[in-house]
Each structure stands twice: as structure tokens, then as C-alpha cells.
């Protein structure tokens, strides 16, 4: 028996077979869930990559600009499950202005752009699923540690700050309906969202040493494996929790 089975999960963000939400469906499926997708934009090539998948998911449309997107994800989400146990938040974009070392020149409607899909589309998912989450449930996002200004990472690392500060309060106001809510700060991993960020490879050549366990920039499994887990019956009393997939490198001094 997985550690998911009878579980029924919602995973956003799947765009490529290297995409993080990729491995955690797979995994899902693997343990035991039934899995449902969301992709936003190239429906298509979503498609396509869910085919890849151990059990073919259905595929809904969702961009987290789209209010009408929103307000209807729970009742076309419910036209295949008749429930949600857990849902994954794993949606980043910003504009290229807002990344790359320009950050003193980045215009606020780029900034919002960033915000608006990276940050505050964490609550507004969490609360279109809520329809559906009547028996508790989890929610797990994607983060990249904002603790520290780095180098590249400019608007994108406020928007996780922003990310950070969001499964906070989340916790707090879901907690009454009995659902969890954490984020996994994964380690940098080649997907498509990273080879966007100009200069991401400064990130590459560095966090391989100095992570004490190491660190793989092409397997998006320990990331995947911790979302699940986050879902799973085994965190039951943990919720606003940060949980570092990096091989270690957030605990070493540079
Ligand atoms: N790759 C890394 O190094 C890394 C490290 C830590 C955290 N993360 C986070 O993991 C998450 C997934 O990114 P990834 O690295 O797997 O890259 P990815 O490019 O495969 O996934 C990003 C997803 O965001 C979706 N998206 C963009 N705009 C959207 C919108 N308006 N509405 C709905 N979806 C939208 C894209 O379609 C894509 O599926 C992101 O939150 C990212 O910040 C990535």
C-alpha cells in the first residue's frame, strides 16, 4: 500500500517531463492516488507529457490570471474526482526584467506580473479548491529559500519571500478546516522555469558544493518525494513548515 493510496490529489504546474509537478504526479500515482492536472497555456504539450504519466490524468486548464479559471476550477475539477485530499502549487513566472541582475530598474506592473502568479495564486488555488476539501486535506507549494538575497534570482526572490509569508497565514486560516499547508524549498533543478532565469547558472556551478549532501540539478525526485510525503497521513500535526529538499546548503555558511 502507498502512502497516498485512496487519495485524491490536484497537481498544478506540469509543463515539461523535467517540470518538479511531473515527478510529484508520478510519485502520487505511484503511492497510490488519483491524480488530476492542471496546466495552464500550451494545453497541448501538457497533454502530451501527462500521456508519460504511470495513468494518463485528466487535464484542466487553469491561468492563475484567470478569474474565470477560479471560479469554476472546483466544479470542473469535480467532474472527475469527487474530492480533493491534497493540492500542489508548483506555478512561478516573472517577467525578464524582473530577473537577471536588473533589479533596481524593474517597473512595478512586471513586479505585480511576478507577484500575482508566484505569490498570491498560492492562496487563490488553495481557496478555489476549497469546495472540495471538506474533509481536511493538505497543501504543498514549490519555494526557493528567501532568506537570502541571491544573485539572478533579483523580483522572483521577493515574490518567495512573499511565498513564504503566505503558507504562513494560510496555515493559520485553513487550520480550521483542518488543512495543512507547507512549502518544500527545493535546490536548483534544470526545468524550464529555471533556464529563464539569466545567469541561473551561477546557481549550478555553486550549490552542487556547497551542499553537504550534494546536489543533482537534474533530479526533481527528493522535491517530489517531500510533496508527497507533506500529503501523505505522515505530517499530521505540521503545517506552516518550510521544508529544505537542497542537499543541505541552507544550513552552511558560504
Ligand atoms: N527549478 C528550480 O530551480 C526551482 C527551485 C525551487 C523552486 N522552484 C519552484 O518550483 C515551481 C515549479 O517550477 P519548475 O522549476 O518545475 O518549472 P516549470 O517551468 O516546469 O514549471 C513552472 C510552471 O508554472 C506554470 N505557470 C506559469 N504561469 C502560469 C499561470 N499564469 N497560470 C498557471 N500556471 C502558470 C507553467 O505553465 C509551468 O507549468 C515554481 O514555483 C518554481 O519557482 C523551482
Redesign the pocket.
Known sequence: MGILQGKRILV?????D?????SVAKLAQEEGATVVL?????MSL?ERIAKRLPETPPVIE?????NE?LDTLADRIGEHVDGLDGVV?????APQSALGGNFLNTTWEDVATAM???TY?YKSLAVACLPLMKEGGAVV?????ASKAWPVYDW?GVA?AG?ESCNRYLARDLAKQNIRVNL??????????????PG?KE?EDSWPERAPLGWD?SD?IP?AKACVALMSDWFPATTGEIVHVDGGAHAIGA
Open positions: 498544478s504546474g506540469v509543463l515539461t523535467a517540470s518538479i509537478a511531473f492542471t496546466g495552464f497555456g500550451r501538457v487553469l491561468d492563475v490570471q484567470n479559471h502549487h508548483s506555478i512561478a513566472f500575482h502568479i508566484s495564486s507549494g514549490l519555494d526557493f529559500d522572483m518567495k511565498l518544500v524549498a527545493a535546490g536548483p533543478l534544470r526545468t524550464m522555469a529555471a533556464k529563464s532565469i541561473f546557481f540539478l526533481t522535491a
